[in-house]
């Protein structure tokens, strides 16, 4: 049984929430058809992280009026979204289900670039090397995605800092490149504020509930509570977590699974693993291990290289070990000597982080299966931030109109909407439904 949640129309059709409005028209909002709910806050989003404040910016910008709540200040290194840089590439290895919000997303981060004036973003193309190459190129083929095949002698000879063993074919996407996760999430949340969004940082949600009858009742529909006993009511919550998503919804936490991350910086030859000569890298090994990484960039010496899913430690987000271990360095090194041998030497830096993981990797975007007024928004399995803009968007859509968005919306987001089709749904939606 296919089984997508798309909310419950009346009860947003109550709130006035039921407008239409595409990503095409949302733009058009100004004046006196800026959206209001009538409540103390239109909506509240918890984490102001890569998704909460992308999430922010764009209802804020539409007149929404917002409030995001985050136990840390913006940009902060204690979640998902931190360590200078984050993978942005169209020709998808994960699917070619992914291409229109990929395109959303990076043409809507070239739009932030251009309103902030900040690099957020650097071109220097993406290398799939090896296991990943067969799909990121079928991706490439079927959507007319600018690429070029190379030999492990042609990548080797172009870009001098490779070292691809014999044999290993890789694809070549020009339009690739960098994102600055930091001056990011900065700049969603700087013109999430200047549209008027109140941003709160050092508060710690415990609980949400919704509120029933909300259609009669004037304090709003949902209501959150902090740990100093605050309270706040909005129309519509946005719980976008990250890590600790589970500790907001606690029947996600199969789908929702946090993993220790680690990633480092190895010392290098500056010239071979410049910016300008060293492509960022997806590289699979033959023992189905894959590496990805970035030429040196910033103020950080070195080459960046972190391997996907790492030792698949699951933890718990407040006490994750950050400490950088032999056993994290062995597992790097794996990668730096089968790929970029010149590199093979002392570690600079390293970074502790966190994925959260759903069974089949793709995101959870929808309205919880109980409480329509809440929007569930659980985007990384690794690989979301390049999505947060465009995810942001969407999300934002999806909450003005009070329903399930237009059809574009619907389309893009269709593989990351709740369904119990896929895997753990099924006993997800029963949980929920059960607990309310
Ligand atoms: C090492 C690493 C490398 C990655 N590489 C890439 C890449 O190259 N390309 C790519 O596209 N993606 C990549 N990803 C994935 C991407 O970074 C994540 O998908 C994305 O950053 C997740 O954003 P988020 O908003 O869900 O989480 P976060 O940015 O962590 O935000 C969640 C926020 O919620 C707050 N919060 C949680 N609970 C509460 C509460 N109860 N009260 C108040 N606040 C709360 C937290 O403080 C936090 O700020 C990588 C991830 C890691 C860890």
Request: charge should be neutral; charged fraction near 20%.
């Amino acid at each position: 049984m296919l089984r997508l949640l798309f909310g419950a129309p009346k009860i947003l059709a109550e709130l006035g929430l039921n407008r239409a409005i595409t990503p095409a028209a949302t733009n058009k909002i100004s004046g006196d058809q800026r959206f209001h709910s009538g409540k103390a806050h239109d909506v509240i989003i918890v984490g102001n992280g890569a998704f909460g404040s992308s999430i922010a910016y764009h209802l804020s910008k539409q007149g929404a009026k917002v409030l995001t709540l985050d136990m840390h200040p913006p940009a902060h290194p204690w979640g998902s979204s931190h360590g200078h840089t984050r993978i942005i590439r169209l020709a998808y290895f994960e699917g070619p289900e992914y291409v229109p919000l990929l395109r959303r997303s990076y043409d809507l981060f070239l739009e932030l670039q251009d309103l902030c004036g900040q690099e957020l973003f650097f071109k220097t193309g993406v290398l799939d090397v090896g296991t990943t190459f067969e799909k990121a190129y079928s991706t490439a083929r079927r959507y007319n995605l600018p690429h070029e095949v190379l030999t492990a002698k042609e990548v080797n000879t172009r870009f001098p800092g490779y070292s691809v063993p014999e044999d290993v074919m890789s694809l070549f996407q020009p339009d690739g490149g960098i994102l600055c996760p930091e001056n990011i999430i900065q700049a969603h949340s700087s013109l999430a504020m200047k549209h008027g969004c109140t941003v709160r940082s050092g508060v710690t949600v415990a609980s949400w509930r919704g509120l029933s009858g909300s259609a009669i009742n004037s304090t709003g529909s949902v209501e959150i509570k902090l740990s100093n006993g605050e309270k706040h009511v909005g129309a519509q919550l946005v719980l976008t977590a990250g890590a600790w998503m589970s500790q907001l919804v606690p029947e996600l936490k199969r789908l929702c699974v946090p993993e220790r991350q680690v990633v480092a910086w190895f010392d290098c030859p500056e010239d071979q693993f410049a910016k300008e000569s060293f492509p960022v890298f997806i590289a699979g090994s033959s023992d189905n291990e894959i590496f990805y990484g970035f030429p040196q960039y910033g103020q950080q010496r070195g080459f960046k290289i972190g391997l996907y899913n790492h030792l698949r430690e699951i933890v718990d987000p407040d006490n994750l070990d950050r400490t950088f271990t032999r056993k994290d360095e062995v597992a790097l090194r794996r990668g730096v000597q089968q790929f970029f041998k010149s590199a093979d030497n002392k570690v600079l830096h390293s970074n502790t982080c966190m994925f959260t993981n759903t069974p089949d990797g793709h995101f959870i975007l929808d309205r919880h299966p109980a409480y329509p007024q809440v929007i569930l928004c659980s985007a990384c399995s690794g690989h979301g931030f390049k999505m947060s803009s465009g995810v942001g968007q969407l999300l934002s859509d999806i909450a003005l109109s009070g329903g399930p968005g237009s059809s574009d919306v619907q389309q893009e987001l269709q593989l990351h909407r709740i369904n119990s089709d896929r895997e753990g749904h099924a006993e997800f939606i029963q949980a929920s439904l059960s607990s309310s």
